[in-house]
Nanobody, 127 residues
Framework: QLQLEESGGGSVQAGGSLKLSCSAS????????MGWFRQASGKEREGVAS???????TYADSVKGRFTIAKDSDKKILSLQMNNLKVEDTAVYYC?????????????????????RGQGTQVTVTS
């Protein structure tokens, strides 16, 4: 059974960088749509980026050019490199996974339907 655990959150000033990691409990090669989603206080969960296969990735417009999602199937790790962070990136970030075909949906729908989830990691960006 797939389980996910996030790490790497923290507090950083605007313009800084953080890298989040999501460790999977089983082989994730080719079988899953996996992604990063975030929920700011008082707001709905939103999609940040997702990936299926080795490198077919989708990004939210708000993070394009700043964030990079990567999957290392051998190490069973999904990462999110976040550069040029903004105050509005502050949120709890969740790693989520589901059947590979769900990556054909938009990110907002993926946020609801990728039902395997980690406990989340807090990212705080200060001005």
């Amino acid at each position: 059974q797939l389980q996910l655990e996030e790490s790497g959150g923290g507090s950083v000033q605007a313009g800084g960088s953080l890298k989040l990691s999501c460790s999977a409990s089983i082989n994730i090669k080719g079988r899953y749509c996996m992604g990063w989603f975030r929920q700011a206080s008082g707001k709905e969960r939103e999609g940040v980026a997702s990936v299926v296969g080795d490198d077919y990735a989708t990004y939210a417009d708000s993070v394009k050019g700043r964030f990079t999602i990567a999957k290392d199937s051998d190490k069973k790790i999904l990462s999110l490199q976040m550069n040029n962070l903004k105050v509005e990136d502050t949120a709890v970030y969740y790693c989520q996974a589901g059947p590979d075909f769900l990556c054909g949906l938009d990110l907002s729908e993926q946020a609801r339907r990728l039902t395997v989830r980690g406990q989340g990691t807090q990212v705080t960006v200060t001005s």
